[in-house]
């Protein structure tokens, strides 16, 4: 799924007052059971009630309270007197987790020790969150990190902004770091150097590094800023290809996906996502495999004008009756904006077209093969 930001997007006023209980008092970690008695939990061990200490019973860590009843719901010191700790309300103590705290109104981050983070990040499938100086994940939108300097962007998930070129709430473009972070100051992508405001990372300008033959791996892209608008090439790297293009007005234009290749335009204004494949501009060092049964191709660049015979491969019924798995188009050009100037949607496993392609036009194939008839 592709994350656009908004363009439009207010900043939130963090005032947070956080009341904890009194530390706890601990003598040792003592194994033991929770048991119920006239509709009350209490905790024991060696047939002894637990008081003013941690309780393991084989499976969570509990704290009993003065009178033997497991602590629920509460934020608290750790007898060291220094971390912050989390029993949830079931008395469990929270290890290694996001937990939503009702007492302050928001959701923390607990370690493998159950100490709460502050001022940290954390990683959950490769994709950054942070904890703030209060220990409040952040994800509401545009924020400013702890210390002072750097700026993110939190989704109401807590999943930061982490995938590079991309916009902020003001529809300025800025580079998302892999850890959320806004760029700032001078960087590069091996193609452009590109000069971001050292102040909240807004994007000034750009120039070359001198690369004669830029290419575009997996990422997101603005075109006309760090990808120049026109026809690309997008190359399998062995798992295919796949992109999407999304307008300035954040519907998505196209998106397509091969096993092969695929070639496209992009125009100023608009953003590219590339999710597999290699993206470059020239063309002309990038070949095809006929002997497949897929592909796109530039005539005049990739197939010579002429007659193609286009055959059908693996024909077969979709769930609601209609046929169609097999096909091709032949377009006025890469856009995919200028019209069909032949197609056909085949019906059967061999059935073929003869198709007549004039040099400049986009040759778009599934499931069929193609071979040269004459010119």
């Known amino acids: 799924m592709k994350k656009q930001l908004m363009k439009v997007a207010a900043f939130f006023g963090l005032v947070v007052t956080v009341c904890f209980a009194s530390k706890l008092s601990a003598n040792a970690y003592t194994t033991g059971e929770l048991r119920t008695e006239n509709g009350q939990q209490y905790l024991y061990a060696n047939g002894q009630k637990v008081i003013n ?8 860590t509990y704290y009993a309270q003065a009178d033997g009843t497991p602590m629920t719901d509460r934020l608290t010191y750790h007898p ?9 309300e079931s008395g469990h103590e929270v290890f290694s987790n996001f937990q939503y705290c009702p007492s302050v109104g928001y ?28 220990g409040k994940m ?8 702890s210390n002072g300097l750097d700026y993110g962007y939190a989704y109401a998930s807590g999943e930061l902004e982490h995938q590079g070129f991309d916009y902020d709430p003001w529809g300025r473009v800025v580079y998302y770091h892999w850890n959320g972070m ?12 590109y000069n971001m405001s050292t102040d909240d990372g807004h994007y000034l300008g750009h120039f070359s590094t001198g690369n004669p033959n830029p290419v575009y791996g997996p990422g997101n892209y603005i075109v006309g800023v760090n990808i120049p608008a026109g026809e690309y090439f997008l190359a399998s ?29 992009v125009l100023n204004g608009e953003t590219l996502y590339i999710n597999e494949g290699i993206a470059t501009a020239n063309l002309a060092s990038q070949g095809i495999d006929t002997s497949q049964p897929a592909l796109n191709a530039k005539i005049g660049v990739h197939l010579e004008p002429g007659v193609y015979r286009i055959t ?29 100037a032949n197609s056909c949607d085949f019906s059967y496993t061999g059935q073929y077209v003869d198709v007549r392609v004039s040099a400049g036009q986009m040759l778009d194939v599934w499931n069929a093969y193609v071979t040269y008839v004459g010119p």
């Open 182 to 193: 806004v760029a700032r100051g001078l960087i590069t992508d091996g193609n452009n150097y």
């Open 53 to 60: 200490d941690f309780v393991f019973d084989g499976t969570y």
């Open 138 to 145: 952040e994800q509401d939108g545009w924020f400013q990190f």
């Open 107 to 134: 959701t923390c981050y607990f370690d493998s020790q159950g100490y709460i983070y502050k001022d940290q990040l954390t990683f959950v499938d490769g994709d950054p969150y942070y904890l703030n100086a209060n």
């Open 80 to 88: 060291d007197g220094e971390h912050i700790i989390y029993f949830d």
């Open 312 to 340: 059908a491969t693996d024909v077969y019924g979709t769930p609601d009756g209609r046929k169609g798995i097999s096909y091709f188009n032949l377009w006025n050009d890469s856009s995919f904006l200028n019209g069909v």
């Open 237 to 265: 790297q062995g798992d295919g290809v796949d992109f999407d293009i999304i307008g300035a007005d954040n519907r998505r234009v196209r998106g397509d996906w091969n096993s092969q290749n695929l070639i496209f335009t």
